[in-house]
């Protein structure tokens, strides 16, 4: 289920609103000076008894528990917002004041509270969390959004988001954040701790290799365990570590079982290896069979439904397997009474160890109005975009501006006015004042300044439709009642246009049906014509027999073309054929039955106009954007529709050309030699013009370091066959084993275009003095980072590890990071903790982790390219 002064890291914890206990005290039991009045105060009901452990109160109230009782924790009554849009919440179990258990209820999402609530903070997205690479700012995160959680009546909060980014083209890359497990692990334990310290439970998603949306409901990821192990789980596994209270398995097959029903990952990895005794949750929808997940280490279906002997429509979608048919099971002994207890002493140990019973929410339809997004959430939300902001060239020290001499600024882009500020599907969250734009921001900071804007391009929404006047007397359509326009056809008709919404009328009844349209479109008047397409289906539109657009369905949404045309009439073809594959509903929601085809005639005029306004100017800035979201994935790294071809065109009429990225993932740059500057901004949340303008004119030194490479083309990076992404239909190979990111591109020798930890700053930092020491646990290893520029700034130094041949790993891995911040001519002496757990490596099934005998290379730097310092241990 699916963000002023130059910072320093001080002021950070003045920006959270509430005081809050630490997370380590939520749940452990209060010392009293008098346990025998206390139990007897509780004695008719121990499992009220906060003195007792949280495993030893769900116990007892297990015991005291009907089976109706029983069955009615383990599953929601239905998704509430298809009966009502501002409920505010995705799932709900009832309390039960018999026994006086509360009631539970569960929202989305990673960037803030979601499900359609307001008043509520739209944060700078986890990608700038992760840039950070700041443990402490990530549990401020943490706690602010927890606090906005409980202030909304929510008790368990759908977050965070911690699959590996194995692909940078993942829809749900605004979530997550990286693609390395350490990283990962490091920030996600931070913001876990943040979040239940306001006795709200973390819910860590999506157990397990849950790392693309095409076919995300039926895919057979086909890992290696040793990839599993040292990719896929460790953040997992920290997470239970640190005592997270829900997991949340995924969509996607495991090894050939779906993960909401697979032994091997929940009780063989969560509860026996790891001794997870929390919750596991299901996705909204990812069940398939009742007896089997029971029994398999499921214990609450979302979102369930109160009355699963007439379901409607939306409850159809999702089903319902832990009502009346987990009920029956139980009856007939398909699945035993121990194993529902176990199933409701799981969800109940988590209530009672986050502090669920002992410090109850407002109910969420009482406290729907009320604004949570605080001043300091939204000045907090401002710093984490601000120092996640990686600047990624700076050439002839273009950057940063300075207000008073800068004279004019051409602000140019569709997001300069429409910034992407949150992630889409169950993680999008309505801000609780109006955006701030790029525009607006860079307008208000420079107030001397001459500041002219251009639009560029329409951006990455759909087009106009082609009207039917250009089609002259309309389009031939010829329809086959099969997928790929075999067999003899089955009707045909003409079409005024391409836009229409379901299926055409003429095939209302056919399943499958493929289409053919034929005939001309005419061209106004000569230059370059984008198209952009939406269909409900495979789609590709050709002119002069040229291919100009396709439509992947499960990929972006809307998919763009640009082609030059001379005035007048030319060729046009359109096939279309259906989305065919096995998975459920809920696979595909970003596809929708129909077809669009929209153009921009003569597109090349806003891009002569966006070159003429920078040639005047003396700064040119572009705000390119790229959207992202939860049910599709980018089919490419490129930026979308013309914003390539915008940005050459602005460099090439100013030299002093900056680019302000405003994407979730890495994308490329061929126009990148030309341009004077490079940030990324990420979805830099509500506040995002006033963190963009702070570290494009120096108010805030950026130290942003990228947590995923970025690679130079679409060629670079693994996966580049099909049956590795994103499949032949029924399995993906993650044929790559452990190579996932910058272990792939060291371990093959491909040069990207800015490596894992990579981001520059407007002052210089220098590493020196490495040096190693045994620990009780470990080892200590030190240096010295010095800041040898002008200006006050945050360096982030980085230990990597080499390890001996014989433990098969890549050339070097992530196993340490610290941030300091650092006056014009300051030194600090970094310490950073590598416990000899860190140098295991997973050998097999029978050896397990082990720690290879040999030499293992340590290397000290500011990213997985720029490592000056070396060391070595022998074990």
């Not at 039991?29 to 007897?40: C, D, E, F, G, I």
């Not at 495993?55 to 015991?63: H, P």
């Not at 998704?79 to 004041?97: C, Q, R, S, V």
């Not at 979302?302 to 007439?310: K, L, Q, T, V």
Request: aromatic content about 8%; glycine content about 8%.
């Amino acid at each position: 289920m699916k963000r002023r002064s130059l910072w320093v890291a001080a002021p950070i914890a003045a920006l959270v609103a509430v005081t809050l206990p630490s997370a380590s005290a939520i749940g452990s039991p209060a010392k009293s000076p008098n346990s025998t009045r206390s139990s007897a105060l509780y004695a008719g009901r121990p499992w009220l008894d906060p003195h007792r452990s949280a495993s030893a109160r769900a116990a007892a109230l297990v015991a005291k528990m009907t089976l109706d009782e029983k069955i009615a924790e383990v599953h929601g009554v239905g998704y509430p917002l298809f009966a009502d849009p501002t409920t505010g919440y995705a799932g709900k179990i009832p309390a039960n004041t018999r026994l006086g258990i509360p009631a539970v209820y569960l929202a989305d999402s990673p960037l803030g509270v979601g499900n359609n609530s307001t008043g509520v903070t739209q944060w700078a997205d986890t990608a700038a969390l992760a840039s950070t690479w700041d443990t402490q700012i990530a549990k401020k995160y943490g706690q602010a959004y927890g606090a906005e959680q409980a202030g909304k009546g929510h008790n368990v909060a759908l977050a965070p988001t911690i699959n590996i980014l194995r692909l940078p083209t993942w829809g749900r890359s605004p979530e997550t954040f990286s693609e390395d497990p350490y990283l990962t692990a490091q920030q996600a334990v931070s913001e876990i701790k943040g979040i239940q310290s306001n006795h709200v439970i973390a819910t860590a998603k999506h157990f397990l290799a849950n790392n693309q949306e095409v076919q995300r409901s039926s895919i057979n990821v086909i890992a290696s365990q040793k990839a599993r192990e040292e990719i896929y789980e460790p953040a997992f596994k920290a997470a239970v570590q640190a005592g997270v209270g829900a997991i949340m398995c995924s969509y996607n097959q495991i090894g050939g079982s779906y993960a909401c029903e697979n032994a091997d990952t929940l009780i063989g990895t969560l509860r026996d290896a790891w001794k997870f005794d929390g919750m596991v949750m299901s996705d909204w929808g990812a069940l398939h069979n009742t007896v089997k997940a029971a029994k398999s280490g499921l214990d609450l279906e979302m979102p369930g439904a109160a009355d699963d002997s007439n379901l409607g429509p939306i409850d159809q979608l999702f089903g319902s397997y832990f009502n009346t048919k987990l009920k029956a099971a139980v009856q007939a002994g398909d699945v035993t009474v121990a194993e529902l207890n176990g199933m409701v002493e799981h969800v109940l140990t988590a209530m009672f160890r986050v502090g669920l019973f002992d410090h109850p929410l407002a109910d969420p339809a009482t406290v729907k109005g009320l604004d949570v997004s605080t001043a300091a959430h939204q000045a907090l939300s401002t710093s984490i975009a601000e120092q996640g902001t990686v600047l990624l060239k700076n050439a002839r020290s273009v950057l940063p501006l300075n207000s008073g001499r800068v004279g004019s600024i051409a602000v140019i882009g569709d997001a300069a006015r429409n910034p992407l500020t949150a992630g889409g599907g169950s993680a999008a969250v309505t801000a609780s004042s109006p955006v701030v734009s790029p525009l607006e921001g860079i307008t208000a900071r420079a107030p001397g300044a001459s500041v002219s804007y251009a639009q560029g391009t329409l951006g990455t929404n759909p087009l106009p439709a082609v009207p039917a006047t250009a089609f002259g007397s309309g389009l031939k359509a010829t329809y086959y009642a099969s997928v790929d326009l075999s067999g003899a056809p089955v009707a045909s008709e003409t079409v005024p246009d391409l836009d229409y919404q379901g299926n055409p009328a003429a095939v209302s009844t056919t399943s499958p049906w493929s289409a053919r349209y034929k005939g001309t479109i005419t061209a106004p008047a000569s230059g370059t014509y984008r198209f952009s397409l939406q269909a409900g289906a495979y789609a590709t539109v050709y002119i002069d027999n040229k291919k100009v657009v396709s439509f992947l369905p499960t990929f972006e949404p809307t998919q763009n073309g640009l082609v030059q045309l001379t005035a007048g009439a030319h060729s046009i073809r359109v096939i279309v054929t259906p989305y065919v594959h096995k998975a459920v509903t809920v696979d595909a929601f970003a596809v929708t039955a129909g077809l669009h085809l929209g153009w921009q005639p003569q597109e090349n005029l806003l891009v002569a106009q966006a070159a003429a306004a920078a040639r005047t100017a003396n700064v040119a800035i572009v705000v390119a954007s790229a959207p992202a979201s939860e049910g599709w994935d980018r089919s490419t790294l490129a930026l979308p529709a013309d914003q390539d071809e915008l940005i050459s065109a602005v460099a090439a009429a100013n030299p002093r050309t900056i680019v302000v990225l405003n994407t979730a993932s890495a994308v490329t740059m061929p126009w990148l030699s030309k341009v004077a500057g490079v940030t990324e901004v990420w979805f830099p949340g509500q506040t995002a013009g006033t963190a963009i303008a702070s570290v494009l004119f120096g108010d805030v030194n950026p130290s942003g370091k990228l947590p995923v490479t970025f690679p130079a083309s679409d060629q670079q990076g693994p996966a580049r066959s099909k049956i590795d992404y994103p499949g032949d239909g029924t399995d993906v190979y993650y044929s790559e084993g452990t190579l996932v990111g910058y272990r792939w591109f060291d371990s093959t020798g491909q040069k990207p275009l800015f490596p894992f930890g990579f981001g520059l700053s407007y002052t210089t930092f220098d590493f020196s003095a490495l040096k190693v020491r045994r620990s009780h646990d470990g080892y200590e290893v030190s240096a010295r980072v010095a800041n040898t520029g002008t200006v006050a700034g945050s360096e982030v130094a980085q230990l990597y590890v080499g390890s001996p041949s014989s433990a098969n790993e890549p050339p070097h891995q992530l196993k340490g990071y610290t941030k300091v911040a650092l006056r014009p001519g300051q030194s600090s002496v970094v310490r950073l903790s590598l416990p000899r757990s860190a140098l295991a490596a997973w050998m097999n099934s029978d050896a397990g982790w082990v720690v290879a005998k040999g030499k293992y290379t340590l290397y000290l730097g500011d990213s997985s390219r720029n490592l000056p310092l070396q060391t070595s241990i022998r074990v």
